[in-house]
């Protein structure tokens, strides 16, 4: 039973924990009465819970009696009866009224393990929660929601358990309980005294710490503003992650006006709660300060801004420890931080309630091999050890925080972050992510681990360009309040990125792969729908040149995945490259008195490639765009009725929006950005540059084994003017690639690009 408010029966559906005081704590694996007396008389859960004989398809049926009294019983604390509860009878009572519901168990024994493998009896699951009502089971008409009332059951001694699960006796229906702040400092410690990694990651981000300008000194009662963040010994702090929400003018917020006296005192009862609870955080920490944007950041001095917010990867790299608060103030009413701890972890059954058998208490089991002693019964939703899982993608639809653009780059460069205001506790570093309830998790997709490995092996390019990519695409889906601030909100992580692999960043791309990473399409995410997207306008102030991924709208409606990398994910597989660009120069107004400004300045910026370069014609054909090389289509010496490359160029034109009873661009052109080409042995691993002129079989049983590979890949680019009017610059409007396969005598191809005896062409590209 939870200590704190009685609960309520009047409300059918109410939920336990709304019922409670927020400092109520749940008690763990209390039964009620009948839930009781079906344990002590359980014939089945006897046996399973002494290790005795029991055939496999055996089976017992329970009452449990009406719904009406299951919800009693859970609002009143039993354990197994939240679990029977929230497992199929709730949603059940939704459709009929609670005491028409007869509620019965049955019991039904299972040889073999978690995975289905071995022929084992060490589970013995509830299969089926039969509902009577007026003597007519409603199996059927409860669908597909039958496998939702299934449930397991264990002994406690069993491996594939989550033992993580099973040890505590009580918990807090809420994550932000004062008896939380101690699993917290456990997860700081354990972090900043063993990991390795961690404690490594703030040099590996950012070359030197770059104090933030300001922060907030704890060490008294009344918080100030420390503007002498320099002068600080040893200084160490925590940072916040917040979502400020749809009023940004109602947070306190430092300004120029307020300066003076923030310096002074900060006052508690001004602050949002999600301060407060930040603040209290930090303490339990040990740390005396902490870094949160709206007061340590002059709100009305745009010089300010631009400043702190180009130290992003120094504020967060160098954080002890950063606060993730992952809701915005217009869901706190829905209170998202309280839970039903009997709802997540498993109930286990006393042995030490089970009464002996009346043989055994006649002694008559000494005649047999003795027995062992009764062992807990764990009885759980799911098969195995339940773990909880965890993705960015999933969780940006349940914290809203996640979804934010800053946030992005907050979480990636801080060395660890506590998840905190949601219904759990979670933790996560550069060597583990932790569940508050079922400890470490063993795959977390996206996880700073995850990055962290990319980053820290940055000499291995290949990694690191893929998980460039990755991070490109999940920042592209996060929301920004201004989306003028897209680049600068991208900023941190570039100059992290740049420190570490010694690379020039250029506007979203690297000087050194830009072959590759030019080579980005935008593409509906259904790619049945026919042209005629709504148009997407850029921001007129988020200037970016057309060869960027950031002069591309972001994912704005479900129909656009809007950037793709599949084009440069395919090329770069390849390891027999033939040819590929590269970039000369770049040209930047504030560059190089400015190179800060290449982090987030974009307007006009210009990139001088190395390339082959030959004109095209763009025409309709069957409502999608063909790209024609010197105007014609793409053919190869010999036609094969299988193996026709006509039909092999892929042009994916920027500017969705076209409709096939609209003009296309003309003078167009098209670069070569990579060709890839080989002869593979198709039964055998040998596989050859096609520039090595490996003779090929023609005439022997081998000649059928032996393929052709081609794949060309580039940009199309029309000519556009400078602000001097001259027209000695290009304009990017798509992305093109040529693949074929085929047997070696048949699948030759006229390359339409002279890399023999052509020079390549020095192209600028705005």
């Not at 002996?356 to 002694?363: E, I, K, Q, T």
């Not at 921001?539 to 704005?556: D, E, G, M, Y």
Request: proline fraction near 6%.
């Amino acid at each position: 039973m939870a200590h704190g408010t009685a609960p309520s029966l009047d409300e059918a559906n109410s939920k336990f924990e709304r019922l409670q005081a927020e400092d109520s704590v749940v008690l763990l694996n209390q039964l009620c009465t009948t839930c009781v007396r079906f344990m002590e008389t359980s014939q089945l859960l006897r046996k399973f819970s002494r290790r005795e004989k029991i055939k496999h398809g055996d089976e017992e049926l329970n009452n449990l009696g009406s719904a009406e009294r299951l919800r009693a019983a859970y609002l009143d604390g039993c354990h197994l009866c939240t679990l029977f509860w929230q497992n199929g009878i709730e949603e059940t009572s939704l459709k009929y009224k609670l005491d028409s519901i007869q509620v019965q168990v049955q019991l039904e024994a299972v040889a073999r393990t978690a995975d289905g493998e071995a022929e084992v009896p060490n589970r013995l699951p509830f299969m089926v929660f039969k509902l009577n009502r007026g003597g007519n089971y409603l199996s059927r008409e409860l669908g597909p929601n039958l496998d939702r009332m299934t449930m397991e059951a264990y002994l406690e001694t069993n491996p594939n358990l989550n033992q993580n699960l099973l040890g505590n006796l009580m918990e807090p229906i809420s994550s932000k309980s004062d008896l939380k702040l101690s699993q917290i400092l456990d997860w700081y410690c354990q972090c900043t005294e063993r990991h390795t990694k961690c404690t490594g990651f703030p040099s590996m981000v950012t070359p030197s710490q770059l104090p933030p300008a300001r922060l907030l000194d704890l060490r008294n009662d009344k918080p100030r503003l420390e503007c002498e963040v320099r002068d600080i010994p040893n200084l160490r702090y925590a940072t916040l992650s917040h979502v400020w929400g749809n009023d940004p003018a109602s947070y306190l917020q430092l300004k120029q006006a307020t300066l003076e006296t923030f310096k002074t005192e900060i006052p508690l009862d001004a602050m949002p709660s999600k301060y407060v609870d930040a603040i209290r955080i930090t303490k339990t920490l040990r740390l005396s300060y902490i870094w949160i944007d709206s007061l340590c950041i002059i709100q009305d001095c745009t010089k300010d801004w631009t400043a702190e917010a180009l130290k992003m990867a120094a504020i967060y790299g160098h954080s002890a420890c950063n606060i993730s608060y992952t809701h915005e103030p217009s869901e706190e009413p829905s209170k998202r931080y309280l839970r039903d701890p009997r709802a997540i972890i498993p109930c286990k059954l006393t042995a030490a309630s089970a009464r002996p058998s009346r043989l055994a208490a006649l002694g008559i089991g000494r005649l047999r091999n003795r027995t062992l002693p009764p062992a807990a019964v764990v009885v759980q939703q799911f098969a195995g050890a339940l773990h909880a899982s965890w993705s960015t993608e999933a969780y940006k639809r349940k914290c809203s925080l996640l979804s934010r653009a800053w946030v992005f780059q907050e979480r990636l460069l801080c060395p660890r972050t506590i998840y905190y205001g949601n219904d759990r506790l979670l933790w996560e570093c550069c060597e583990t992510f932790i569940d508050e309830f079922s400890g470490p998790l063993p795959y977390v997709p996206r996880s700073k681990a995850q990055i962290y490995t990319a980053f820290s092996g940055a000499t291995q390019r290949q990694a690191f360009n893929n998980e460039w990519k990755l991070m490109v695409s999940e920042y592209r889906s996060c929301k920004l309040s201004f989306e003028n601030d897209r680049a600068v909100a991208f900023a941190g992580i570039a100059r992290a990125a740049q420190h570490r692999t010694g690379m020039t960043y250029l506007a979203g791309i690297w000087k050194e792969t830009a072959h590759l990473d030019l080579l980005w399409c935008v593409i509906p995410k259904d790619t049945k729908i026919a042209p005629g997207f709504p148009r997407l306008e850029t921001p007129t102030n988020a200037k970016a040149p057309s060869w960027s991924w950031f002069s591309v709208p972001c994912q704005l409606t479900a129909d656009y995945d809007t950037v793709d990398y599949s084009l440069s994910t395919l090329a770069s597989w390849w390891e027999e490259t033939v040819y590929h660009a590269s970039v000369l120069s770049f040209k930047h107004p504030r560059f190089p008195t400015e190179p800060e400004a290449l982090l987030y300045d974009f307007g006009e910026l210009r990139v001088m490639l190395s390339t082959h370069k030959i004109p095209a014609r763009l025409r309709w054909e069957n409502g999608a765009v063909q790209l024609m090389p010197h105007g014609h289509p793409m053919l190869p010496k010999a036609l094969h009725p299988l193996h026709d490359p006509r039909t092999a160029m892929q042009c994916n034109l920027d500017d969705l929006s076209l409709r096939d009873t609209e003009e296309l661009p003309e003078n167009t052109s098209m670069v070569l950005l990579v060709f890839n080409a080989r002869h593979e042995n198709r039964k055998g691993p040998k596989r050859f540059h096609l520039n090595i002129k490996y003779p090929v079989p023609e005439d022997n049983k081998e000649a059928s084994n032996w393929w052709t590979l081609y794949q060309f890949s580039g940009l199309i680019i029309v000519p556009e003017k400078d602000s001097l009017g001259q027209e000695d610059n290009w304009k990017r409007i798509g992305a093109y690639t040529f693949s074929v396969r085929g047997p070696a005598s048949l699948a030759e191809v006229m390359m339409p690009f002279d890399l023999e005896s052509q020079q390549p062409d020095e192209v600028w590209l705005n």
